[in-house]
């Protein structure tokens, strides 16, 4: 079986039947397989009670009694995968059929890749084909440049069984990890394994259930749980957490962390507004992000030399300024 294509799902039994029903007409027979994992639903449940009555070797079902949080949903999916590769897709998305094709002769071609990105219909649309070497090169072209896990396909061979349960076990109180797995997941394939983008359209994204979260120490009613700036900086020292505990060379793990602090800045200050709206004075928000980055840059202990530590946190002050 050469790609599993994995279907966490919650509360979205009506979108999951619907997308399941229309990959199960692709017409590549044992070459694909169809995983779709109810993470505990207490709403919308019909259409998981109808996938229960598929009968088609190509499809696995699986739910849990009660919601073990997306992390898990997402790592059982993966582990029941039995494909060379898997490919995540949320339940609200769909696949571009006649484009798929390409995809599986890229698996047949490089079958050594860890980790392909597939192009989607937004957050994606700007990837290119490129080929990138494991490490520095892989990073660089893909790392903190998105978070959507749709379009993610992983070599079975790199990202294991193993790997998910060892990340499991390891991260299970990382804030980051907990909402970003996929991630985690990709970091790891990206440092140790060559990295490939298609720009192929492949995912065709669908619209978001209005299933919003709001922050209950948030700026206003708009704001996500996740998306405060505190909690940004949590899921900060959860990817830094990922990068001190990597067996990487230190240019790696030093680009990594320049990259995580950049993305980390942007994501905080995309609410920069709500909050001076609210009365936040910005610039002390921006004054604790500064020194909360350079208490991660000691934490991970990257082995460089003053200097290179210096052009850090001149690099922190830079872009946490306005």
């Avoid at 072209?141 to 069984?161: D, L, P």
């Avoid at 995580?260 to 920069?272: A, G, Q, R, V, W």
């Avoid at 002390?284 to 460089?304: D, F, R, S």
Wanted: aromatic share 14%.
């Amino acid at each position: 079986m050469l790609l599993s294509i994995c279907i966490p799902s919650h509360n979205r039994g009506h979108r999951a039947l619907a997308l399941v029903e229309e990959l199960l007409q692709l017409p590549y027979g044992n070459e694909l397989e169809i995983i779709c994992s109810n993470n505990g639903s207490d709403k919308n449940t019909e259409g998981y009670e109808k996938l229960k009555e598929i009968k088609d070797e190509r499809f696995v079902y699986y739910e849990f009694a009660e919601n073990r949080r997306f992390v898990g949903n997402v790592n059982q999916v993966i582990r029941l995968s039995r494909g060379e590769f898997c490919l995540l897709l949320s339940d609200e998305d769909k696949i571009v059929a006649p484009n798929l094709d390409y995809y599986l002769r890229v698996i047949k071609e490089f079958p050594e890749l860890g980790m392909i990105k597939a192009k989607t219909s937004t957050f994606y649309n700007w990837l290119k084909n490129a080929y990138e070497p494991a490490g520095e090169k892989a990073l660089g072209a893909f790392y903190m440049n998105g978070n959507y896990m749709s379009g993610a396909i992983y070599n079975r061979k790199v990202i294991t069984n193993a790997v998910v349960d060892q990340y499991e076990t390891k991260y299970r109180d990382n804030e980051a990890y907990c909402f970003y797995p996929h991630m985690f997941y990709e970091a790891y394939a990206m440092v140790y394994s060559d990295f490939f983008s298609g720009e192929i359209w492949l995912v065709d994204e669908g619209k978001a259930e209005d299933d919003l979260i709001v922050a209950e120490k948030g700026p206003d009613q708009n704001v996500a749980e996740y998306g405060t700036y505190e909690k940004r900086m949590a899921q900060m020292h959860g990817f830094a957490e990922q990068i001190r505990d990597m067996e990487a060379a230190a240019g790696i793990k030093f680009q990594m962390f320049i990259m995580l602090c950049e993305k980390t800045s942007f994501l905080i200050k995309l609410n920069k507004e709500k909050y001076e709206n609210n009365g936040y004075i910005w610039r002390e928000i921006m004054g604790k992000v500064a020194e909360q980055m350079k208490e991660e840059l000691a934490w991970i202990q990257l082995p460089v030399r003053r200097e290179d530590e210096e052009v850090i946190c001149e690099f922190i002050d830079e872009i946490t300024a306005n």
